[in-house]
């Protein structure tokens, strides 16, 4: 290909921002010129491994700042086992009346209890989650 030609393609293609559209006609000369081809996937290839360290030094320097608040288990234990307990008492006094709709009721209400329990234990301790499925994520 013309010298001059690619020596405009590559200088559109280096005044672009990063991750912005590669305009057309710079595409198309891309796909036409294996020179030009070569040099912007080197250049990509170069500006991955130079910013590498500096990604992986910064989600460090992030987690090692942040503190993990501990979760206290006692009080979600207590009344997990208390809504067990209730589960299996009311279950066996409704059991011993025979009444289908109230079992109904039942079931319905202590599904909907448990789905709030889940969703309360996930939502006051959300911070701990968070990270620690980022730590998990660094491993």
């Not at 200088?11 to 590669?22: G, M």
């Not at 000369?29 to 910013?51: G, M, N, P």
């Not at 009344?79 to 109904?104: E, K, P, Y």
């Not at 009721?105 to 990270?131: E, Q, S």
Request: glycine share 2%.
């Amino acid at each position: 290909m013309n010298n001059e030609i690619c020596e405009k393609m590559m200088e559109n293609f280096l005044s672009l921002d990063k991750n912005e559209r590669i305009p057309l006609k710079v595409t198309l000369h891309l796909l036409a010129c294996k020179k030009c081809r070569s040099e912007v996937h080197a250049l990509t290839l170069a500006e991955k491994y130079a910013a590498e360290p500096l990604r992986a030094k910064s989600f460090r320097e992030t987690l090692e700042n942040m503190s993990v608040k501990p979760v206290s288990m006692t009080k979600w234990i207590i009344w997990g086992v208390v809504m067990i307990f209730l589960m299996v008492t009311f279950g066996l006094i409704l059991n011993r009346l025979d009444r289908a709709s109230f079992a109904i009721i039942f079931n319905v209400i202590f599904g909907v209890l448990i789905t709030v329990y889940c969703a309360l234990f996930v939502a006051t301790n959300m911070d701990f989650f968070v990270k620690k499925i980022d730590k998990m994520q660094l491993v």
